[in-house]
């Protein structure tokens, strides 16, 4: 794969951490981390039982780690709970009558705060009424809610009494409801009567209702009760005898709920993927190693404080919202920001105007969305006073150079160091990141691994590679927020994520190492072209073309090509009052020409208003391989913010 997009795009720029940052930080040099990294993959069982100690324990652990590949479990003999150690243990200092939960509506004006003294509360009664409803250790519960405290109130309430919550995605369809009530054998339902989404009400309870009729048709429904959250007062269908408003429910409760005594193996959330064919697959993530790591990485990563107000902008119904939205910063005790719709509702500006109004400091959001602020122009930043920030990060994907110096000097004020994180749904946690007063940083790379965390690029035989040579990403030991496996299958466990080398976690992306050890992702295997014989990751073609000052943003795919193997089509949306023409496509042909090498050319350049996202900001790459292939359209596309951008990119040509 090209290494020339690291010097052509950023002439190799290296942002070194800022004095006074790294007077401040908890690590604040590279021969700190560099110690304390190579204890964690030595001495793992010593580095990981001093960790852990910040945590409350009801129980000491026997043994730190026990490892059989691919099954690792943590803290054996431990005992200790989710939710005292996020709430409870806050109570008896200063932090009880702190934010925990600062909560914004869509619908302007809409504002809520919970101390964690007012979230323990409601924690606490919730859980009884998860009692009182039957739900009992080891149970499944199913949360599908709009972003509102009470999602993180349902999933902290099962954390407690010990049973396993599997959120889903608000965007998700009742198709996607029956799946997963189905693979996880769900017997009760948490949702709302609706969410607002763009002035618009999403119709959860109906969606709800849809899935259960389409389980009922099969003959399979192991749902018992739907407990319905009153958010937007619509009216909506109450099925007697399974159906129940949530605050009806509260008052047969009082708040009385001592955190149940778990093992630290304890599973404490299935997550199913989004965007996989078939069946769905359930991640199954336990207690005290995932615990842990959600902890430790807002500790060293964020490098959270006890006067933050961060601001995780992912859904709860994604893994981030789990690590970075609920469970990491309650467990450290800080004040966590929680956004209900849009970015650009009602204007562009919404999220500027958030900081602003709410002093956010730490401020941690996806590559696609600082795209699309760039899109939208300085002008709506500049109208806000963004000076509460001191740290920014990114998630979801590799972040393309051009999009990381202008977050980097438009956002941050040039002032803000920033951490662009690499981890999945089944690592749990932040896997490749800098450590803010430490690490130095490049635009478009993670960098280097977190504690614990022994990373590689090999080749197809499995033997590492050198510098600026393009490979497989692996994991060669375990950490303890790895996946515990997949619900309900061993087998697909093992074939999915530990077939490829022996002994080695293969992440399913494309990486490489520069000449400093930083990891540069280039994003899944399966967007990795093969264009004549050459490997090229759709994430640099994408960087070369954002770094052309017309383009506002590009998504890449490959089509079949009977010559070539595949070609390279190239969807692009351009800046505000420029001309798309044939001009701008031969010079955009050019331009990646130029930075990455011929191999690169597009074959097609097709420019559009818009690229197809879901709710949470992802591009639905999908789609785009079946338009460029000319297919007819598959699969699900009920989280497709705007349906209507799919039909001018098929009319786009090149």
């Known amino acids: 794969m090209s290494n020339n997009i690291e010097s052509t795009l950023v002439e190799n720029r290296v942002f070194k951490p800022a004095k006074d940052f790294a007077k401040k930080a908890r690590i604040g040099s590279m021969a700190q981390y560099r110690k304390m990294w190579k204890e964690s993959v030595t001495k793992p069982e010593k580095f990981f039982a001093r960790e852990a100690a910040d945590l409350t324990w009801q129980k000491k652990w026997t043994k730190v780690l026990e490892w059989k590949c691919p099954y690792a479990k943590w803290f054996i003999g431990g005992k200790l709970n989710v939710a005292e150690n996020c709430l409870d243990r806050h109570l008896g200092t200063a932090r009880a009558n702190k ?58 309430a099962c954390a407690r009494i010990g049973a396993m919550h599997s959120v889903v995605f608000g965007g998700f369809s009742a198709e996607s409801i029956k799946d997963r009530v189905l693979d996880s054998g769900a017997k009760i339902i948490l949702t709302a009567d609706g969410g607002f989404r763009r002035g618009a009400v999403v119709p959860l309870k109906k969606n709800v209702d849809d899935a259960l009729t389409l389980l009922a048709g099969g003959g399979a429904n192991p749902v018992k009760r739907v407990i319905v959250f009153k958010r937007t007062g619509q009216e909506v269908h109450i099925e007697e005898g399974r159906d129940v408003w949530w605050s009806r429910e509260l008052e047969y409760v009082d708040a009385d709920c001592p955190p149940a005594l778990l093992d630290a193996e304890t599973p404490l959330f299935i997550l199913y993927t989004s965007g996989s064919t078939g069946k769905p697959k359930g991640i199954l993530h336990t207690t005290g190693g995932y615990l842990l790591h959600a902890y430790m990485t807002c500790k060293y990563v964020f490098d959270l404080r006890d006067e933050d107000v961060y601001w995780c902008t992912a859904d709860v119904g994604w893994v981030t919202g789990h690590t970075y939205m609920v469970y990491g910063p309650l467990a450290m005790g800080a004040t966590s920001f929680m956004y209900e719709g849009a970015p650009n509702w009602p204007e562009n500006d919404r999220f500027w105007q958030i900081i602003e109004e709410n002093g956010v400091t730490v401020f941690y959001t996806a590559p696609t969305a600082i ?46 160091p920033i951490v662009d994180t690499w981890w999945q749904t089944e690592t749990g946690g932040h896997m490749i990141t800098p450590l803010p007063g430490a690490t130095p940083t490049k635009p478009g790379t993670a960098t280097l691994p977190f504690f614990g965390v022994d990373a590689a690029v090999v080749d197809d035989a499995g033997n590492e590679l050198g510098a600026n040579q393009g490979g497989k990403l692996v994991i060669r030991k375990p950490w303890p927020s790895m996946l515990r496996g997949i619900w309900g299958d061993k ?5 999915t994520y530990w077939s490829e080398y022996k002994g080695m976690y293969f992440a399913g992306d494309g990486a490489r190492r520069d000449k400093d050890g930083n990891f540069w992702i280039v994003g899944r295997i399966d967007d990795v072209l093969n264009v004549a014989g050459h490997r090229l990751g759709t994430a640099e073609v994408e960087s070369a073309l954002v770094s052309h000052p017309s383009v506002a943003e590009a998504a890449v795919v490959g089509k079949p090509d009977e010559l070539k193997g595949q070609a390279v089509v190239c969807f692009v949306t351009v800046k505000e009052g420029v001309k798309a023409d044939r001009a701008l496509r031969d010079a955009l042909r050019a331009h990646v020409r130029k930075v990455i090498g011929p191999v690169a050319t ?18 639905m790459r999908r789609l785009l391989k079946q338009i460029a292939a000319g297919e007819a359209l598959k699969g699900d596309t009920t989280t497709l913010e705007d349906f209507s951008v799919v039909a001018t990119l098929a009319a786009a040509e090149d």
């Open 602 to 619: 597009p074959d097609e350049v097709r420019f559009a208003g818009g690229l197809p996202k879901t709710r949470s900001g992802k591009i």
């Open 491 to 495: 087998a697909r466990y093992k074939a």
């Open 99 to 156: 934010a925990a939960i600062i909560w914004q509506g869509e619908p302007m004006g809409e504002k809520r705060t919970l101390t964690y003294a007012q979230l323990h509360r409601e924690v606490c009664r919730f859980a009884n009424v998860l009692k009182r409803n039957g739900v009992k250790n080891g149970d499944r519960v199913l949360i599908y809610m709009p972003m509102v405290p009470e999602a993180a109130v349902a999933m902290l």
């Open 371 to 416: 795209r699309a602020f760039m899109k939208w122009g300085d002008s709506w930043v500049k109208k806000h006073d963004l000076s509460s920030l001191r740290l920014l990060g990114t998630v979801g994907e590799p972040i393309n150079p051009e999009a990381w110096m202008w977050y980097h000097r438009t956002i941050g004020g040039s002032r803000c």
